[in-house]
């Protein structure tokens, strides 16, 4: 399975931008899906996920009320909706692909992307 993000960019404060994730070789939607993030010099931090089985939706706190994750099984493809964007979002996103119906932290994926930059400046 193979996972490419795409959509990063430079952002102000205030902004959006979506980022996209095309999924190559997965042979089942069941398969929870997620975002990650890993800001410089920090520890990587789950973002959102969704699960494959019942489409619940997770988010962290840090994001609630602006991020959204979509998945679209028809096009193998998932989606990181980011409004009001802030300085503390800067980070490389990650999307991943869990080991089962749903994830909440980084063990539970094994299959990742290689990332798309996302900095917004103030």
């Known amino acids: 399975v193979r996972l490419e993000e795409s959509g990063g960019g430079l952002v102000q404060a205030g902004g959006s931008l979506r980022l996209s994730c095309a999924i190559y070789?997965?042979?089942?939607?069941?398969?929870?899906l997620g975002w990650f993030r890993q800001a410089s010099g920090a520890e990587s931090e789950f973002v959102a996920s969704?699960?494959?089985?019942?489409?619940?939706?997770t988010y962290a706190d840090s994001v609630k009320d602006r991020f959204t994750i979509i998945r679209d099984n028809a096009q193998s493809k998932l989606f990181l909706e980011m409004n009001s964007l802030q300085p503390d979002d800067t980070a490389v996103y990650y999307c991943?692909?869990?080991?089962?119906?749903?994830?909440?932290?980084?063990?539970?994926?094994?299959?990742w992307g290689q990332g798309t930059r996302v900095t917004v400046s103030s």
């Open positions: 991943a692909r869990a080991l089962s119906y749903s994830g909440l932290a980084a063990g539970d994926f094994n299959d």
């Open positions: 070789g997965s042979t089942s939607d069941l398969y929870g």
């Open positions: 969704i699960s494959g089985l019942t489409g619940l939706q």
